[in-house]
């Protein structure tokens, strides 16, 4: 991709050849994007630079909300606050509970609830490949 915009061939991407990915009125955030990529603040963007930006890593979902709640909260714990569980990669585990309020609930690796699984008490989860479920919704006639 880097080389198709660089129609210069200077190895540097300036903001005329930029520019057409600017012009996509779906793509609101481009603009944000590249100029973060650009690190040395010179208004070009180098394959190095390039490369950087699409390779940056990540943390995992859960990892992530785990360190926001530490860099929110310093040191202290809030009574009752749900603290979401995380599997040994940083995503969320298939059950997550507030253990205050007494509700369990099923969520996919990226946190997102399943509808209809929040329970008072424990929800059993089971998360597949690309699927979740919760055990009490599968039909008695799977049963071995």
Known sequence: MFNRLDT???LLLDQSELGSIYLDKNEQCTKAFFNSCDTYKDSLISNN???????RQQDPPCQTELSNMQ???GVKK?????IPLCDEDGYYKPTQCHGSVGQCWCVDRYGNEVMGSRTNGVANCVQGE???IRFRDI???FEA
């Open 8 to 10: 210069n061939y200077d």
């Open 49 to 55: 630079e390039w490369c950087y930006c699409f390779q």
């Open 71 to 73: 860099k929110r909260q």
């Open 78 to 82: 809030l009574l009752g606050q749900y």
């Open 130 to 132: 690309d699927v979740l």
């Open 139 to 141: 039909p008695s006639s």
